[in-house]
């Protein structure tokens, strides 16, 4: 999936292991609970996923997502692919800008829309893939070795993004689960500016990361799948306190082209 960066400051490198799917415009978090990652430097990252407050919310497998309820936990956003073999049968995309009208086919399908951003599969060669790696190559890397490499993370709040990877769900109010359709934090039955967005959940009450399965793709997402480092609506301002105590806030909607398929939003 993809990820366009309108405006940063710093761009930060953390390591993943190198069986963990990671999709650019994924949430992340530190993958702390697996024992891939004990006593290493820097913490290896993972999709993360809302999880509840009573719940066990480490990573007990190393390609689970991580379970997270507060927004303190959450690093930030992906800038990298690191598919590998696409488990989840996932197709890498990526946002272009066109300023004259973005006219282009879609398989068969002649696609019309206004000027400016818009998403296409994207074309890559294996030596870019996510490939086994053997040793850490970062000098302040910890024992034990593991298999591992990098990706970026924009970490800073006020960075501006265009991004695929959300979904028109809205956290419920158990916060282990999310709801059908978008029920923006101004009221809104769409994304609109203002509304605040959070991470997706794992389509159940009972929260077993060891048995989340790696993330759908946003036109593939339900409020019953597992949509880890997916985006979606954190809901209405009648559940601020659920907002404020279970659900964490990771950024603001922008504008929303529902023509093109992509959300602007502005990390938090």
Excluded: H
């Amino acid at each position: 999936m993809a990820l366009r960066t309108l405006q940063a400051v710093v761009a930060t490198n953390y390591s993943k292991l190198s069986t963990d799917p990671i999709l650019a415009g994924d949430i992340v978090a530190f993958n702390s609970g697996s024992t891939y990652a004990a006593g290493t430097n820097p913490g290896l990252v993972a999709r993360c996923v809302r999880g509840v407050a009573t719940a066990n919310s480490t990573n007990t497998a190393a390609t689970a997502p991580v379970g997270v309820w507060l927004r303190g936990q959450i690093l930030g956003v992906s800038g990298d692919d690191a598919l590998g073999t696409n488990p989840a049968g996932e197709t890498p995309t990526m946002i272009n800008n066109d300023p004259a009208g973005s006219n282009f086919v879609n398989g068969s399908s002649f696609q019309s829309y206004a000027a400016g951003f818009y998403v296409g599969a994207k074309r890559a060669i294996s030596d870019f893939k996510d490939e086994s790696v053997d040793v850490v190559t970062n000098l302040t890397a910890g024992v034990p070795v593991y298999s591992s490499r990098g990706v970026t993370v924009y970490s800073t709040p006020s960075t501006q993004f265009v991004t695929d990877r959300f979904a028109l769900l809205t956290a419920g109010a158990t916060t282990a689960v999310d709801t059908a359709s978008w029920t923006g934090t101004t009221g809104g039955s769409s994304p609109q500016p203002g509304d605040l967005l959070t991470v997706g959940a794992n389509g159940s009450s009972s929260v077993n990361y060891s048995a989340c399965p790696s993330a759908p793709t946003s036109t593939s997402a339900t409020a019953t799948t597992n949509n880890a480092g997916l985006l979606i609506s954190a809901g209405t301002f009648a559940n601020i306190s659920t907002i404020a105590n279970y659900i964490p806030v990771v950024g603001r909607v922008d504008f929303y082209d529902s023509g093109a398929g992509l959300l602007y939003w502005t990390l938090l």
